[in-house]
Structures are given as structure tokens and as C-alpha cells.
């Protein structure tokens, strides 16, 4: 099993910048894939961005490339998203999500929330104009 816990969420205004953590515990090891994942009200949840084992290969939504990095410290078990010139439609709840796919050695990558395993309890970051 593995848990995951985010942090850094919080109130920013418009053109700041906030950086998210993902702490995993338990069975890290196994963890190939990562992910961000957010969801505002009344909508559906969203990939922002994703990794594979190595970080080698990254994924980023189009309404958020140039602005956000997504990394992973795997010797510590973590993984971030730094999110640079915030916009007010980047308000939402961020997940972070882990899955121990195979593929994920091979420099593949998921975008799709069905194929995470594991899951954060969420992070809520709020951009004001």
C-alpha cells in the first residue's frame, strides 16, 4: 500500500506562484507513475500533469505548459508541482496520484485518472484577481 499526503496549497493572487509537495509513505518502492490532478467545482477532474519513474518523461496540460513544473524526488519519496504565473482559473483542489504500473520504468506516463491506484486526500489552491 502506498498513502499519500499533498501540501502547499493556499491563497495567492494573480500572478504568483505557489509550489506543491506530495509526501508518499508505505510502499514507495513500487511507485513508477505520478501525477497532479485538480478539480474546481462543478467540474470534471483534470490532468495537469504527469511523470514517469525516472522524471525523464513529463506531461503538462495545455493551460498550464510554460507555468507549472512537475518533479520527484525519489530518493525522498516526493513529488512537486511549481506553479508560476497563477491565473484565477487555476483555482481548485490538486491531487496528487501514484500507481506502480510497469510501464512507468519504460518512460511511460498516465494521464488518464483511472489508471492511479493511489490517491491524495487534496490541496486547495485559490488564485484571486
Known amino acids: 500500500q502506498v498513502q499519500l499526503v499533498e501540501s502547499g496549497g493556499g491563497l495567492v493572487q494573480a500572478g504568483g506562484s505557489l509550489r506543491l509537495s506530495c509526501a508518499a509513505s508505505?510502499?514507495?518502492?513500487?511507485?513508477?507513475?505520478m501525477g497532479w490532478f485538480r478539480q474546481a467545482p462543478g467540474k470534471e477532474r483534470e490532468s495537469v500533469a504527469a511523470?514517469?519513474?525516472?522524471?525523464?518523461?513529463?506531461y503538462y496540460a495545455d493551460s498550464v505548459k510554460g507555468r507549472f513544473t512537475i518533479s520527484r524526488d525519489n530518493a525522498k519519496s516526493t513529488l512537486y508541482l511549481e506553479m508560476n504565473s497563477l491565473k484565477p482559473e487555476d483555482t481548485a483542489a490538486y491531487y496528487c496520484?501514484?500507481?506502480?504500473?510497469?510501464?512507468?520504468?519504460?518512460?511511460?506516463?498516465?494521464?488518464?485518472?483511472?489508471?492511479?491506484?493511489?490517491w491524495g486526500q487534496g490541496t486547495q489552491v485559490t488564485v484571486s484577481s
Open positions: 496520484a501514484a500507481d506502480i504500473t510497469p510501464r512507468g520504468y519504460s518512460g511511460s506516463y498516465s494521464t488518464s485518472p483511472w489508471e492511479y491506484a493511489y
Open positions: 508505505g510502499r514507495t518502492f513500487t511507485i513508477s507513475i
Open positions: 511523470i514517469n519513474r525516472s522524471g525523464g518523461s513529463t
